[in-house]
Nanobody, 113 residues
């Protein structure tokens, strides 16, 4: 049974930082690319960042230079370090096993003073 679980969301002030974590079980984690998506209220889900099984990363333009995706294959974890957060980053953040049907339940990030 495949499970994807995110953690690390919360309330942060503009300019602050958060680190999201995601664990994926029930799969051979190391062979899959992983991604982070987000969905703001009233908006469609959008991709934030992707990391291939080899560690190559790609970012949406709106987070480049502020967010960093990384992975630890031994721990079956993927991370999203978010710096210089803006109110526009407020959303539910989802972890996704790339090109599969598997998603986490989401973790809420609120950027507000």
């Amino acid at each position: 049974q495949v499970q994807v679980v995110e953690s690390g969301g919360g309330l942060v002030q503009p300019g602050g930082s958060l680190k999201l974590s995601c664990t994926a079980s029930g799969i051979t984690f190391s062979i899959y690319a992983m991604g982070w998506y987000r969905q703001a209220p009233g908006k469609q889900r959008e991709v934030v960042a992707k990391i291939t099984r080899g560690g190559t990363t790609d970012y949406a333009d709106y987070v480049k230079g502020r967010f960093t995706i990384s992975r630890d294959n031994a721990k079956k974890m993927v991370y999203l370090q978010m710096n210089s957060l803006e109110p526009e980053d407020t959303a539910v953040y989802y972890c996704h096993i790339w090109n599969t049907i598997y998603w986490g339940q989401g973790t809420h990030v609120t950027v507000s003073s």
